[in-house]
């Protein structure tokens, strides 16, 4: 039998990995060789990501990944929207900016001063977040123009690393189609938006299609190293398209919901839906492999329960995410219900005192100890999924009977269940791995070794195994699902 190996590194917003994926002609399969965590670091007022520590762990991959024997390429897949700035000579002029940072604080009302709403929304078809790299943009226009100016060269996160390791620049389809800067339909840079913005043209770089073969490891890199000058593959650079190449189905149709840090809640389209029904529930379209569009509702997801339990550690109390999940089961359900999207819960920081303020001056029960804020998240995600899924459906006038979840998140079984009972579908499960398993696929099809995106879902689909939840009618969750949405999601 064959057996192909190439490199994957995924990096999360809380941790990254390098895994092998080894291909015998029928499955993939994984060994992680390397996992780190990704601390953002608060220097003075800014929080920033600590992209050295980052690229000094893609190293300490590549040195690991000799010990496997040959592998063939590699692949970077990342968050969205955010980028670093290079200078004339190719370096960093800057540290990346966390997409979490203060700084875009009202920049989405300085950008529709110039360029109105629906006008962006009809040429990005994406959904206004703040986040979003295009008012990450309008911050330094507005507070450090010298910046700017200075800039050469902007790199999405992906493209960044694979310039470190390759000295090629381009920017992949994917991660640029979370900027907001590019037009969805022409899927290029779109220079209306560009020049109504007065944002230097130049830094954009040419946009390449996930499967491309970018260059090679450098010269310096693979002697620093003593490792070969593999290929560097562009697979696709952002994360949550990379997890969509693994949906374990053979659909054209579907529902995925991709779950970590973030949950992305929605469907695969081949050409993006813009009008006024998606523009009014503020859906967005995100580029994805082989040409097809996610069309997607993007939802604050485990980062509630990542960042309650820091603040947990911060107060002396360290529990495992296992651990947490299960206190939480025991707890049963509780009359406690957030809008998991409301703004204040963005911002790292105490997470656990703004969720009990929330249920306090909404007139609820107010969970009173770590098991019930972590049972009132999953319950208030599971219902945001149910108000999600209901706008996919409006705006695609499909129905759906199934829900793919793929991603870490599906390690909480009592997430997995409420889904099922509270959306009143089927959950189908896994691969828990999904990032890894399209970049490495997709690295594959780079390789000639798979031949589509299809034959991928199917190699993946056999590579891992997937749990079934049914929906269960154990609670009236159609009446309390009513009642939270009017009281709180409208
Ligand atoms: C998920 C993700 C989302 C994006 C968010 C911020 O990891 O890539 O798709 O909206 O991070 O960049």
Redesign the pocket.
């Known amino acids: 039998k064959k057996d192909v190996k190439v490199l994957a590194l995924d990096f999360?917003?809380s941790s990254g990995r390098a895994i092998i994926g080894s291909f015998d002609g029928e499955k993939i399969s994984l060994k992680e060789i390397h996992r780190f965590t990704n601390d953002p670091v608060i220097l003075l007022d800014t929080m920033y990501w600590d992209v050295l520590r980052l690229f000094h762990d893609i190293k300490i991959g590549l040195i690991k990944a000799k010990q496997e024997g040959e592998i063939k390429s590699l692949g970077i897949d990342?968050?969205?929207?955010?980028f670093g700035l290079l200078n004339k000579d190719g370096k960093l002029l800057e540290n990346p900016v966390h997409?979490r940072d203060a700084r875009t604080k009202g920049m989405m009302e300085k950008v529709f001063a110039k360029l109105d709403k629906d006008t962006v929304y009809s040429i990005t078809g994406n959904q206004f977040?703040e986040?979003n790299t295009l008012f990450q943009l309008m911050a330094l226009k507005e507070n450090q123009p010298e910046l700017l100016q200075k800039a050469e060269t902007l790199l999405l996160m992906p493209d960044l690393l694979n310039y470190f390791l390759s000295n090629e620049k381009c920017t992949e389809y994917t991660i640029a189609s979370?900027t907001q800067l590019l037009d969805a339909k022409n899927k290029t840079w779109s220079s209306e938006i560009i020049e109504n913005l007065d944002l230097p043209k130049n830094i954009f770089t040419k946009i390449v299609q996930p499967g491309t073969k970018i260059g090679k490891l450098s010269k310096q890199i693979s002697e620093e190293l003593g490792i070969n000058e593999i290929d560097v593959i562009a697979v696709a650079g952002?994360?949550?398209q990379s997890a969509m190449v693994a949906v374990p189905t053979q659909e054209d149709d579907f529902i995925f919901l991709?779950c970590?840090?973030?949950s992305?809640l929605g469907t695969e389209l081949k050409t993006p839906i813009i009008n006024e029904t998606s523009a009014s529930l503020n859906i967005t379209n995100?580029g994805g492999a082989d040409n097809k569009t996610s069309f997607l509702k993007?939802i604050i997801g485990l980062w509630l329960i990542q960042e309650s339990r820091r603040q947990w550690i911060r107060e002396g109390k360290e529990y495992g995410f296992g651990e947490l999940e299960q206190m939480a089961s025991k707890v049963g359900m509780i009359n406690s219900f957030i809008d998991t999207d409301s703004e204040e819960f963005i911002p790292a920081g105490n997470i656990p005192k703004r969720i009990q303020e929330y249920c306090k001056r909404t007139g609820q029960y107010v969970p009173q100890n770590e098991a019930e804020i972590v049972r009132c998240i999953d319950q208030s995600l599971a219902v945001k999924y149910r108000f999600a899924l209901e706008q996919i459906e409006m705006a695609t006038g499909k129905k759906y009977d199934t829900l793919n979840i793929i991603g870490g998140g599906i390690q909480s079984k009592l997430l997995c269940q409420l889904t099922a009972d509270v959306c009143g579908r089927k959950v189908v499960a896994g691969p828990v791995e999904a990032t890894v398993m399209g970049n490495i696929a997709l690295q594959l099809m780079a390789l000639g070794e798979i031949k589509d995106i299809k034959e991928a879902r199917k190699i993946i689909a056999n590579s891992e195994n997937v749990t079934v939840y049914e929906p269960q009618k154990d609670e009236n969750w159609d009446e309390i699902y009513k009642n939270v949405k009017e009281s709180l999601l409208c």
């Open positions: 999360g917003a990342t968050w969205g929207v955010d997409y977040m986040l979370t952002h994360d949550t991709s970590g840090t973030w992305l995100e993007n």
